[in-house]
């Protein structure tokens, strides 16, 4: 039996020891709260019984553990920039000392927390894994990019200053064509343009997994939402996010 409610006591006296009226901070808390959520649903869509769907709870719960000392050491949450893979420490936090037990008395689904949480923020998940394991790091894949999206609706690019870059950009020729092959995007670390940002975030729906996933950015807007939150000045900008638009929407679509 996996106690949820314990679980998140648990979280929250954890993150109770990094600073949280840092708004950083403080979103990071929040975003493991809704990812939970995420991973509710889709264990749900997938007719999971209850303790599978508690698992896909917790493993949300747990994913970004790494993230308050990410920042508190090095304030950023980039994983390329800090040199921290976030996913990677997590683990090793919740080995240390046997952490991971104040959060799951039994042993017995260690491993499928484990890789599930090392693999959620990865390009690709690591080949060789059983199936069980596998779907439980899909699972919280989708449920990560799916709050993802969510912040982009209401938290990222927020100044006057990314706004105007944004409005008045182009999308690079490079990213443009990922969408037109529907491919997701690997980061390589280079430095790029507000609206190539943005554009990121869309390619996000091409390493999705589950029908629960699809349709709930169909039938909520979300690429619409994200894309329509700008009134883009440059005409060839405006042409080429129309374009991602149209082409996000049918992947979506075709997907359900």
């Known amino acids: 039996m996996i106690d949820i409610e314990k679980a998140k006591n648990e979280f929250m006296k954890y993150v109770s020891g990094y600073d949280i009226t840092n708004p ?3 979103r990071k808390i929040y975003h493991s709260l809704r990812v939970m959520e995420y991973c509710k649903n889709i264990a749900e869509s997938l007719n999971f019984n209850k303790e599978e769907i508690d698992l896909a709870i917790l493993i949300g719960l747990l994913h970004d553990i790494a993230r308050f000392e990410q920042y508190t050491l090095h304030q950023t949450f980039s994983d390329y920039k800090s040199g921290f893979d976030h996913g990677n420490i997590a683990v090793e936090i919740l080995e240390k000392d046997n952490f991971i037990r104040k959060f799951i008395k039994d042993g017995k689904y260690d491993e499928i ?3 599930s949480i090392k693999n959620h923020n990865k390009f690709e998940i690591e080949e060789g894994l059983d199936d069980k394991a596998e779907v ?11 709050d993802i999206f969510y912040e982009a609706i209401e938290m990222f690019w927020s100044t006057d200053e990314e706004t105007q870059d944004i409005e008045t950009g182009i999308v690079s020729e490079e990213y443009l064509n990922s969408v ?4 997701p995007i690997l980061r390589d670390g280079k430095k790029r343009s507000k609206l190539d940002a943005v554009i990121f975030v869309i390619t996000l729906i091409f390493n999705l997994n589950f029908k629960y996933s699809f349709k709930y950015l ?3 807007k979300i690429v619409e939402k994200i894309l329509d939150r700008f009134e883009y000045k440059n005409e060839k900008g405006k042409n080429q996010v129309e374009e991602v638009k149209m082409i996000a929407v049918n992947y979506l679509k075709k997907n359900i």
């Open 113 to 115: 927390i484990k890789v």
């Open 136 to 146: 439980y790091c899909k699972i919280i894949r989708d449920a990560d990019k799916l």
């Open 180 to 183: 037109r092959k529907e491919n």
């Open 218 to 220: 169909l039938e909520n």
């Open 24 to 26: 950083n901070i403080d």
